[in-house]
């Protein structure tokens, strides 16, 4: 099914998570290697020439442009901006995708009403709403927030559905036999049972929103913003800027990845076992 | 008075080619603090008969009785085990496990925990009580599961094969657990199983169903002084005796 993976099957992002008592260093060596290798060969075309210098800096150019723009607070303004969108874009998709995910889980008519239509959404790239969304609620972040929550929320109804259904009948029997209300059930059972599904779903939401976002602001009209920064550099053939760009969003990426994500996977579907590091 | 009383319950599935009866006709009654087996084998609806007895299936004729009362459905009156190692949840640590019950019926948290650590206590678990379940055996999955039914204190213990799936040498411990958690707590059992040593080990009175339709072939008491020696002639013979009733070698013990 279309962006649905058990959780189970997802592949962290270090191949090999650290393993019991391997040195700190060398779990950072092995994380770093591919990055290396990447750079090295980037390094050497950049000085080869065989594209000219402006359109293929060199890394220590793009490094450059990044301490500059970011002691300048440009860069730092663009992130800041963009962060705030994905974040209340993210939001909506992560509240109503649950919310809706758990509907359709639950209640049968639920479900007859929004999988069709789920299932139509979904398969649509969610840049092709952007110019009915501008149209819409007009040039700006209304309209770029709205369509980041709307486009990354079926990863998230999807998943979550997908989990809610998964959730073992054995769990909500026993649960009945000790008097769980409709409520309780809801919150102390269907909620946990259904949160290695729902968590993947969060994640598939977030980098769809990234890839929305990103797009988005380079039509929105907006002043500021990690998009708008790339695509507007392009006008100048500033290639250093655009690396700089999508430097940052990796490292944005890489850092939700380990420090919400995983961290919160940690904390709870691994520890309970019900999902492998 | 009996404590539960079973009468003519039928549960009948339609299917394509017509109304199967899973069970049929059933009827016994169970006395308070007694230990009844129901046993036959796969297919003679032993376990459907217990899941309408739990309350999570409606049967499609007859009325159960517990306390004189006819029941419609779930009730804390009874506490559930399953076979399923998988009935634990995950989330929850051996003692958040077996408090469950008692949050649901909104006692204080320093009082669950103490009423779930003495549960713990009895099935030999209190130092596993901060455990979640994947950390734990299959034994010691079924004891918390035990633990978890019996903390909100039901009248009645239903257990479906709760052994069946675990190794004979750690089956054998548990049979051993559970005839001494009976005897403290005289709650009255209902146990389905296939195994015809363990009903004899552990039943006060054993139900033999045969299936096609599940119905009840005969009832056995089984009196022998407990604690019992599966080794013994008397033990053996009663073994002999509910084979029999089983129609021979159609199910091994």
Known sequence: MHDVVPASAFVPLAPGAPAEGEARWRVFARTAFPFLVVGLAWEITARLGVFPARLFPSLEEVAYALVRLTVAGILPHHAGETLLRLFAGFSIAAVMGVAIGIAMGRSRRAEDIFLPLVSIGAPIPGIAYAPLFLLWFGLGNFATILLVGFASSFAVIINTWTGVKAVKEIWVRSAQSMGADNQRMFRQVILPGALPYILTGLRLGMAQAWRILVVVEMLAGVQWGLGWMIFGARELLNTDVMLAGVAVIGIIGLILEKHVFQRLEDYTVVRWGMMEQ | ?253
């Open chain 2, 1 to 253: 008075m009996p404590h539960i009383e079973i009468r003519d319950i039928s549960l009948i599935y339609d299917t394509p080619s017509g109304s199967v009866p899973g069970v049929q006709g059933v009827s016994f009654s169970i006395e308070p603090s007694e230990f009844l087996c129901i046993v036959g084998p796969s297919g003679c609806g032993k376990s459907t008969l217990l899941n309408i007895i739990a309350g999570f299936l409606t049967p499609t004729g007859g009325e159960i009785k517990i306390g004189g009362k006819i029941i419609t459905g779930h009730g804390m009156d009874r506490g559930v085990v399953f076979q399923d190692f998988a009935q634990l949840f995950p989330w929850r640590t051996a003692l958040g496990n077996v408090a469950f019950g008692l949050e649901m019926k909104g006692m204080g948290k320093a009082e669950r925990e103490e009423i779930a650590l003495q549960q713990l206590r009895l099935v030999k678990l209190e130092k596993f009580v901060r455990s979640y379940p994947h950390h734990l055996s299959g034994g010691m999955q079924q004891r918390v599961a035990i633990a978890r039914a019996l903390a909100y204190n039901p009248a009645v213990l239903l257990m479906d094969e709760p052994f069946a799936a675990l190794d004979a040498l750690t089956r054998d411990d548990m049979q051993r657990l559970l005839a001494e958690v009976w005897r403290e707590t005289k709650k009255t059992v209902i146990y389905v199983t296939h195994n015809v040593a363990e009903a004899v080990y552990l039943a006060d009175r054993v139900v033999v169903m045969t299936p096609h339709p599940g119905t009840v072939k005969i009832e056995v008491p089984i009196r022998l002084a407990r604690p019992r020696d599966p080794l013994s002639v008397e033990f053996l013979d009663y073994q002999k005796e509910l084979l029999r009733h089983l129609g021979g070698g159609a199910v091994k013990a």
